[in-house]
């Protein structure tokens, strides 16, 4: 994995960046104890401590390019290690699927098929192998921010099996294949999978009651 090939300098700048970013939560959060951290952050600290290319600003499977990596970004509350986020949309494509609400069996495979041409396209374009792309996750529990990292993998067309609509709502597909659990909200035109966070690092975070002295002091220091 990723995060744990990087050099130890690398590795403590980027959780020295993650403590800091954490810290100032109350900036933006009012939770007591739960670190906030916006994605937009993680992919500056991201792409600027590992030296990676920024790519999070185009249409494509993933958020960064760093060596051989191609590296799809999340951040989301650790929500007992279980977590459904979104991972691609489809709001280009939606022709190829717009009379199929009410079949799903065809709607996933179409999804699925999509969402594994885009990957063979990243692949294609920034020259990485399929068995180099994955997912760098933070999620984030009290005072702690939890460091995840997986297989961006291709769905397995040929093992998709739909699963209960746990939700009811008409709108929401869910399918799962022999790695993985997904699901399609067909009104927003977005495809979610299910991570389950198996930390490799944790990263405590004491989270400033009001950082607005802090930021005083910092000016100061500046004038």
């Keep these: 994995m990723f995060f744990i090939e990087q050099s130890s300098e690398k590795r403590r700048n980027y959780t020295l960046y993650l403590k800091a970013v954490g810290a100032l939560s109350h900036l933006s959060s009012d939770n007591p104890t739960v670190p906030y951290l916006y994605y937009r952050m993680l992919e500056k600290v991201f792409c600027r401590v590992f030296g990676a290319e920024d790519l999070s600003r185009r249409d494509i499977a993933i958020d960064a390019k760093v060596s051989c990596y191609g590296i799809g970004l999340k ?92 939700s009811k709502s008409p709108n929401i597909t869910y399918f799962k294949d022999n790695k993985n659990e997904y699901s399609f909200n067909f009104s927003k035109s977005t495809l979610f999978k299910r991570f389950i966070v198996k930390p490799i690092y944790e990263i405590p975070v004491k989270i400033i009651d009001d950082p607005l002295p802090f930021l005083k002091d910092f000016i100061k220091k500046q004038k």
Excluded: W
Aim: with cysteine; hydrophobic share 30%.
């Design 75 to 166: 951040t989301f509350l650790y929500r007992k290690g279980n977590s459904m986020e979104k991972i691609s949309e489809f709001n280009k494509d939606r022709e190829k699927y717009e009379e199929l609400q009410h079949n799903p069996k065809k709607l996933v495979k179409i999804i699925a098929e999509l969402r594994n041409e885009r990957l063979k396209k990243t692949c294609v374009d920034y020259k990485i192998s399929f068995k180099n792309l994955l997912y760098h996750c933070v999620a984030r529990k009290d005072n702690i921010l939890s460091l995840h990292e997986e297989k961006m993998s291709p769905i397995d067309i040929k093992s998709i099996e739909l699963l209960t609509n746990k």
